[in-house]
């Protein structure tokens, strides 16, 4: 999506009355938490069958910091 896009639907979004305003404010950030909630679902859905392979392996806590870091 493109800045101009962006700011048409910002532009769109300001012409609508107040309560169809909050009507998409809730409607956008319930559309949010269920992308998120996708997202987690998979990831966990993932680290289990990589665990499940013997992919994973113990570290300390300090070697999970130094791999944040890197």
Do not use: W, Y
Not at 16 to 43: C, F, G, M, S, T
């Amino acid at each position: 999506m493109t800045q101009s896009t962006f700011s048409d639907l910002i532009e769109a979004a300001e012409q609508l009355p107040i309560e169809e305003q909050e009507d998409l404010v809730h409607i956008l950030k319930n559309r949010l938490r269920d992308r998120r909630r996708a997202e987690l679902i998979k990831d966990v859905a993932e680290a289990q069958q990589e665990f499940a392979q013997g992919e994973c392996k113990p570290l300390t806590p300090e070697q999970i910091m130094e791999e944040i870091l890197s």
